[in-house]
């Protein structure tokens, strides 16, 4: 299999394993998919566009990401809720032999206890891509979710 292909797969895997994850609530895995040093942070379409560092929700290391998981079980108080990711589109490129980049654009539909679904999020994933992690699979150094809405109806309690 070409090198290009074989990466692409292997990028579209992370990309479908980490979505998944978050769908069926595995929020203590959701630290695993990053690098110990890694950053997350979403961010609005308009803000991103303009250069303004402000995030909605930042993370730089797996320690916080880790904390955020163990608010969300036992101190934040929010609507019981549950997501569905739809990851599509990714463009993987190499960046160097040990980094890719990839773009892949989300919708994220948010579930409700009552059986309500609605449109959450949509937007597109901006990644660096450490290729050999920890356990030799891939994870994300840094992950921006750009969000092409600056509202969002509810609070942002889950990860995107």
Do not use: K
């Not at 609530?25 to 997350?40: H, I, Q």
Request: hydrophobic letters at 40%; a negative charge; aromatic letters at 8%.
């Amino acid at each position: 299999m070409p090198l290009e292909i074989a990466l692409q797969l292997e990028i579209e895997r992370l990309h479908a394993r980490y979505a998944h994850a978050l769908d069926e609530d595995r929020l203590e895995d959701w630290p695993g998919f990053f690098a110990a040093s890694g950053c997350y942070r979403i961010v609005t379409a308009e803000n991103h566009a303009a250069g303004l560092p402000l995030p909605l929700l930042y993370a730089d290391s797996r320690a916080m990401m880790r904390d955020r998981v163990a608010s969300l079980r036992h101190a934040n108080v929010y609507e019981p809720q549950r997501y569905r990711h739809l990851v599509a589109g990714a463009v993987v490129e190499r960046l160097d032999p040990e980094h890719a980049s990839s773009v892949a654009g989300f919708l994220v539909l948010r579930i409700l206890q009552d059986g309500d679904t609605i449109a959450f999020a949509s937007g597109r994933y901006l990644d660096r891509i450490l290729l050999a992690g920890e356990d030799g699979t891939p994870q994300y150094q840094d992950r921006t979710v750009v969000c092409d809405s600056r509202r969002f109806d509810t609070q942002l309690a889950i990860p995107l």
